[in-house]
């Protein structure tokens, strides 16, 4: 008899992933760590990536499922492209339809007992306005302006409520996540000081080369002299 | 040479390599009564004459809601069609569950095409017997759509198709060139003067007319006997109209007549 090949618990995991609207689009963030356990195993991992010119999704969890949702959309977008009659870029998925097909995915198999372990931000750009949201292992979906997966919505999410506007610059909502990383790395024990961004706007998806930023651990009770 | 040799079956070929079979069911299509479909910038109307076999009966329905944003008008085989129908509404209703979107028109049409052709291919069965015109608005674009027997779909900016559909394709090929830029109550005047052109010796009521419309913040509507009745109040106004102008002309005639012999 064939032993039961499912999964039963996560492995490989990454951390948090957060995202807020602003003026002219949207700007996701995470870290680049996939934690094997307690070790730091792989710390340059991309956990945001794109999908079409105008969306990315971004994964918190078993990084595998997260491999392999990729795959399944990037096949599901060419399959599509057959199908479209006009071979337009625009014609092709939209950043709420990708969403909700891979809602439906996770959904069928969380049924089967057989869950992709993630938690998986999607945000794109389609017909001049942002679309964000999560869908998670359960298959639940879920519509936000500001997004914050894993630890990050015990953490970060608290402080994105009291910070975001609507319609807000750039620059204060980089400044927004920048502050929610540095809160994630001081308390999340499964971070490093790594980060990757990606923006999307009109305009199409930028993603950037891994960051530092800055921290301090100077607290006056490790000060020596001050215990 | 006797072409029925070679038409009793899908999978034979004749000399001249046409496939009589499917002729024979385009044939079928060509039986039913009129069906016809316009389509402007903002708008996509069908307009079909619907016949009953008899006082007694109901007028037989020719139009059907596929989605919100799409519908058809069928010609020919009534069962054919349905269960077509039936499979449209499949396709766009789980595209909807799945994608949360409108399917677009182009991609049913061209599924039901592939679903058509597979019946002129395989020993046993026949093509289906029915010719739909499809409208649809999505992707802020009008479409109609013809489809047919043999697998064959085509877009269109205005088509007519059943017996005596040449009428009505010859009207719309005088016309169509004004039809992107039309409001949805001119467009559909047009469709109705169509089909008047194949209507023959039956007069149209407001039973036998059937129209359904789909556009810009207008979903698919099949709309009701009384407001197929203005439309067609509208065009015998019309014609009215030039009968009334006629009259007028003659009396002019008359005047000038009596104040030339006052100069006299």
């Known amino acids: ?227 | 040479m006797f072409r029925t040799q070679y038409d009793s079956d899908i999978s034979i070929y004749s000399p001249e390599g046409r496939l009589y079979q499917i002729e024979y069911a385009m044939q079928a299509v060509a039986q039913g009564s009129t069906a016809l479909g316009l389509k402007s910038k903002t708008h996509a109307v069908v307009v079909t004459l619907m016949r009953s076999s008899d006082e007694l009966s109901s007028h037989q329905r020719k139009i059907f809601k596929v989605d919100g944003h799409m519908g058809i008008a069928i010609s020919g085989l009534t069962a054919d069609a349905r269960v077509l129908l039936k499979f449209m509404r499949n396709e766009t209703l789980h595209h909807k569950f799945v994608y949360g979107s409108d399917l677009p028109t182009g991609e049913v049409v061209s599924s039901l095409a592939m679903k058509s052709q597979r019946n002129t291919q395989r020993w046993g069965r026949r093509p289906y017997g029915v010719g739909l015109l499809v409208i649809g608005y999505d992707g802020g674009k009008t479409h109609l759509y013809q489809t047919s027997p043999s697998g064959n779909c085509f877009s269109y900016y205005a088509q007519a198709i059943g017996s005596r559909s040449q009428s009505a394709r010859t009207y719309l090929e005088k016309n169509f060139k004004a039809f992107p830029e039309l409001g949805l109550e001119e467009l559909v005047l047009h469709g109705v003067k169509a089909l008047k052109e194949s209507s023959g010796k039956e007069t149209l009521t407001k039973l036998n007319v059937g129209i359904a419309v789909v556009g810009k913040e207008q979903k698919f509507e099949i709309l009701k006997p009384n407001k197929v009745q203005t439309y067609l109040d509208q065009i015998l106004q019309t014609e009215g109209e030039i009968e009334i102008e006629n009259e007028n002309e003659n009396e002019k005639d008359e005047e000038a007549e009596t104040l030339e012999l006052k100069l006299d």
């Not at chain 1, 918190?60 to 599509?80: A, V, Y």
């Open chain 1, 1 to 227: 008899m064939q032993p039961k090949k499912k999964t039963l618990r996560p492995i490989v995991t990454g951390s948090s992933v957060l995202g807020i609207k602003y003026k002219d689009g949207v700007i996701l963030a995470s870290d680049t760590l996939g934690s094997y356990g307690s070790l730091a195993r792989f710390r340059d991992i991309r956990r945001i990536v794109p999908i079409t010119k105008h969306t990315v999704i971004g994964g918190t969890g078993e990084f595998s499922d997260f491999q392999e949702i990729t795959k399944i959309l990037r096949q599901k977008i060419i399959e599509n492209q057959e199908l479209v009659e006009s071979g337009k870029e625009e014609d092709e998925l939209l950043p709420s339809e990708i969403h909700s097909y891979l809602s439906r995915v996770l959904y069928g198999r969380r049924n089967k007992f057989n869950p992709l372990w993630n938690d998986v931000v999607v945000a794109g750009f389609e017909k001049g306005k942002v679309h964000m949201g999560t869908v998670d292992l359960w298959g639940s979906y879920f519509e936000d302006d500001i997004i914050a997966t894993g630890y990050g919505t015990y953490f970060a999410l608290p402080l994105m409520r009291k910070a975001y506007k609507k319609d807000m610059e750039r620059d204060k909502a980089l400044e927004v996540l920048r502050d929610c990383l540095t809160v994630l790395f001081y308390r999340d024990c499964r971070t490093i000081n790594r980060y990757v961004f990606a923006e999307i706007t009109k305009e199409g998806v930028n993603i950037t080369e891994p960051v530092e930023i800055e921290t301090k651990w100077e607290i006056a009770d490790w000060q020596e002299g001050k215990l």
